[in-house]
């Protein structure tokens, strides 16, 4: 792995989280406005703001800008071989798969992430989508709240970190998991730069998938926020079978 495979990196971060954004819509009833800004891809490449800072970049979309650029990049700060047991190499291995959250995603999880109360902290996240399964994670940091006019506020939120353990085991994907308030997604939707509508996507958890998802949470001791709706069928399962779990703040 090079240079060239972060500038493949810095292309797709381009498509998919600058010249598109996406509103997610929770079981929960919460909705999230999710995008990128150039200044977002250094860290999410794993490379620290002291290593740029000390060749010139005072502001990590300059370095976004010569990345994609295809100018010249100190190899200080990017190697001419990045070596497989290194943070840049486990950030942009599987970075081109990271939107597979939102469309192929097989444990689809929204955590709305607490440090004060996790072991394994993560910094300056306040939403983390995550897939159980695959081990891929996506958070999210509130950035701005835009008035639609003077009664309606719209929250927005920018990609800060991008987590891969599909080489880890089923706890590591978890890591982030135990004692958040957990909601599942439902409906992922995408938008052009023109908030043209480009993609969209419902899931619907079938009865094992359901079960997987109150086992996962047990693990964790996770809290299922869940509409009165759904939350029913979730009910059922944790009694039915036995799993002790707390959905929508009862313990079952």
Known sequence: MNLTDIQLCADFFHVNYLKTFYLVITYNENSFILLGEKANFPHL??????????????????????IIGRNPISTSIIPNHIAPNSKMYKKALNFTKSTDIFWKNSGPLTLNYNPSLSSTKLNNVDILLTDINTGYMLGWVSNNKISVNANITMEKYCICTWIDESAGIQQSKEKYMPHQDVELIRFVFAFDNTSKLIRKKEYIYDRTHKKSILESCARNNCNLLIDTANACHYKEIAVTEGIPCKISGVQF
């Open 45 to 66: 490449m794993g490379i620290q703001n002291n290593t740029y800072r000390s060749h010139g970049y005072n502001r990590p979309q300059y370095l976004f800008n010569d």
